[in-house]
Antibody, heavy 122, light 107 residues
């Protein structure tokens, strides 16, 4: 059974950093890319970036370049997303989602985590 | 970057109606397009990938078409459980941009 479990809600002050986790199980961790997507309250989906769990290669949205870091730990089959210099506009639900196709960067995403709420407030 | 423009932003239709949502890419993306459904308070769900391939378990009243720059999601007989927001996403090249979404309601 494929499972994707995300870490719990976070409350951060402006300027701080947050590191979210996405723990996977039930499939070959290194075979599928993982994307991160966020959704601000009442807003649409926003793509943040993608990581290749095999070699750790990443591709980030221009908007987040310099502020986001995606990593993975193959021993625990977990991917991480760290966002720094937080501001109120970063308040959102953050989702990780697994690529549908094996070892394929250009793929839709069929398995989504439940999301992690991050609130940035002074 | 390639922009994805969805229309309409919202619609209201009756049960049994055929509903069409369009997604336009600012440059050609071949068939590297997915459609997702997100019900209120829920996680997005993959409906269609490769522009027209139905994801396993998705009702056959959902269909997708298009290639290049113009794409369509059709719900052939709208059901109450289809109330949701629908998003297109391109995935031919970075960034994997989403459309702004279409909110579907029952009249």
């Amino acid at each position: 059974q494929v499972q994707v479990v995300q870490s719990g809600a976070e409350v951060k002050k402006p300027g701080a950093s947050v590191k979210l986790s996405c723990k996977t199980s039930g499939y070959t961790f290194t075979a599928y890319y993982m994307q991160w997507v966020r959704q601000a309250p009442g807003q649409g989906l926003e793509w943040m970036g993608i990581i290749n769990p095999t070699d750790g290669n990443t591709w980030y949205a221009q908007k987040f370049q310099g502020r986001v870091t995606m990593t993975r730990d193959t021993s625990t089959t977990t991917v991480y997303m760290e966002l720094s210099s937080l501001r109120s506009e970063d308040t959102a639900v953050y989702y990780c989602a697994r690529g549908k196709l094996v070892v394929t960067l250009s793929s839709a995403f069929d398995i989504w985590g439940p999301g992690t709420m991050v609130t940035v407030s002074s | 970057d390639i922009q994805m423009t969805q229309s309409p932003s919202s619609l209201s239709a009756s049960v049994g109606d055929t509903v069409t949502i369009t997604c336009r890419a600012s440059q050609g993306i071949s068939n590297y397009l997915a459609w997702y459904q997100q019900k209120p308070g829920k996680v997005p769900k993959l409906l269609i990938y490769g522009a027209s391939t139905l994801q396993s378990g998705v009702p056959s009243r959902f269909s997708g078409s298009g290639s290049g720059t113009d794409f369509t999601l059709t719900i052939s007989s709208l059901q109450p459980e289809d109330v949701a927001s629908y998003y297109c996403q391109k995935y031919n090249s970075v960034p994997w941009t989403f459309g702004q979404g279409t909110k579907v309601e029952i009249k």
